[in-house]
């Protein structure tokens, strides 16, 4: 009997198609880079503490690799990225291990870290993991200056319900079978547990 195969098997099998084939014209790498550049400094703006975590790192160059894809991002005076230039030698190379764009997606809707190789200054690399985990963009916030904030706080209330939802889906897809989940291991014992001699 053929063991059943995940549905994103196929989507693998795509997106490795597409990669392949023609590449995108550099100035559309460039502009979409900027675009992202753009936007983690719009969130880092509304993060004092991000900012004067990342003044201490001015000059600072950090690339971001992933399969044939990379950025580099250099820390200006203002604590706020730039893009780096192309010749320049990175103090910090993070690879993100993880191939397949949909497992990544995976990862990052069950609210996980991607295995990232780290190569480099530990101090930068201490304050970019500081970032990951302590810096949040408030849609609700960007939100209300657009349509103001009661519907803003009914759209972000949505989104959140359907942002668990897809992440119970996700959990449910990528939870072992029963045949085969460990069993737990047995809780340790105190000095007090412990049976008399």
């Not at 950025?71 to 397949?100: R, Y």
């Not at 780290?118 to 101090?123: C, K, L, S, Y």
């Not at 939870?175 to 047995?186: G, H, I, R």
């Amino acid at each position: 009997m053929a063991t059943p195969q995940s549905p994103f098997s196929f989507l693998d099998g795509l997106f490795e198609r597409v990669a392949a084939g023609p590449q995108p014209p550099q100035w559309l790498v460039h502009e979409l880079q900027q675009r992202m550049v753009l936007f983690l400094n719009h969130v880092l703006m509304q993060e004092q503490e991000a900012m004067d975590r990342l003044v201490r790192q001015k000059g600072r160059i950090a690339r971001v690799q992933w399969r044939a894809y990379s950025m580099a991002l250099v820390i200006t005076p203002a604590g706020l990225f730039n893009l780096a230039p192309e010749a320049a030698v990175p103090d910090l190379q993070l690879h993100i291990t993880e191939t397949s764009p949909f497992a990544l997606a995976q990862t990052a809707l069950r609210g996980d870290k991607p295995a990232i190789r780290i190569e480099g200054d530990v101090q930068l690399a201490a304050e970019i993991n500081w970032l990951v985990d302590h810096v949040r963009w408030d849609v609700e916030e960007d939100l209300a200056r657009v349509i103001g904030d009661a519907p803003a706080h009914t759209v972000a209330q949505v989104a959140s319900r359907a942002a668990q939802a897809l992440r119970q889906f996700v959990g449910a897809r990528a939870a072992p079978t029963p045949s085969s989940a460990v069993a737990p291991s047995p809780a340790p014992t105190t000095g007090s547990d412990r049976p008399a001699a």
